[in-house]
Every structure is written in structure tokens, then in C-alpha cells.
């Protein structure tokens, strides 16, 4: 599967941004698809994820400000993120998650910088 993230810039604290990430390619079985972080120096760390039945998960330090969503018929998941904060800033990466024949299978996307700052 390939990964084609967008959306990403720069955002004063306080806005807003959505990020897109479409995918392409073989989609079975893929079971969830998320947004992960990573801002310098430090490890990149997971925003949100969706599975495919719909179910979300978040990181604490999003909830309620991040939303993440997927259009099925478009193979794309997207992630609003709203009321941005300078921790928030990162470069974001898109996450296939597959299982097959019981092991664990990791396709990202290239990063799209989110930058929040005045």
C-alpha cells in the first residue's frame, strides 16, 4: 500500500488544520490506519488511529481537540486538528497497520510538517 499524506503548514496557536492521507494499492488486510508525530530530537509517537470498523483511539494530549475519520470508498483518512498548540508541532506521519499470517506489517507515508507558531 502506498501513502500519500497532505495538509500539512503553518497555523498560528489556536487554529486549525486538516491532514488527508490517501491510500493506494492493496488494502487487505489493513486493520487501522492513524497519524503518528514526531518532533525534533524526540520519538515519533502516535496521534490517532482508526480501525476498520470505525473504532478510534487517541493520545491523551489530543483528545478532544483531534479528530480522526476515513472514507472507506476513498481509502483516505483524514485528521482535523483543531485549537493547535506549539507542542503540537511535529512532523506527522500517516500508518498503514496490516496483519498477515499473524505478524505485524507497518507501511508509512512520507511526513508532512504541521508548524504552530505565532
Known amino acids: 500500500v502506498q501513502l500519500q499524506a497532505s495538509g500539512g503548514g503553518l497555523v498560528q496557536p489556536g487554529g486549525s488544520l486538516r491532514l488527508s492521507c490517501a491510500a493506494s494499492g492493496n488494502m487487505f488486510n489493513i486493520v487501522d490506519m492513524g497519524w503518528y508525530r514526531q518532533a525534533p530530537g524526540k520519538q515519533r509517537d502516535l496521534v490517532a488511529i482508526?480501525?476498520?470498523?470505525?473504532?478510534?483511539n487517541y493520545a491523551d494530549s489530543v483528545k478532544g481537540r483531534f479528530t480522526i475519520s476515513r472514507d472507506n470508498a476513498k481509502n483516505t483518512v483524514y485528521l482535523q486538528m483543531n485549537s493547535l498548540k506549539p507542542e503540537d508541532m511535529a512532523v506527522y506521519y500517516c500508518?498503514?497497520?496490516?496483519?498477515?499470517?499473524?505478524?505485524?506489517?507497518?507501511?508509512w507515508g512520507q511526513g508532512t510538517q504541521v508548524t504552530v507558531s505565532s
Open positions: 482508526i480501525t476498520t470498523s470505525g473504532t478510534t
Open positions: 500508518n498503514a497497520h496490516r496483519i498477515l499470517f499473524g505478524r505485524n506489517y507497518d507501511q
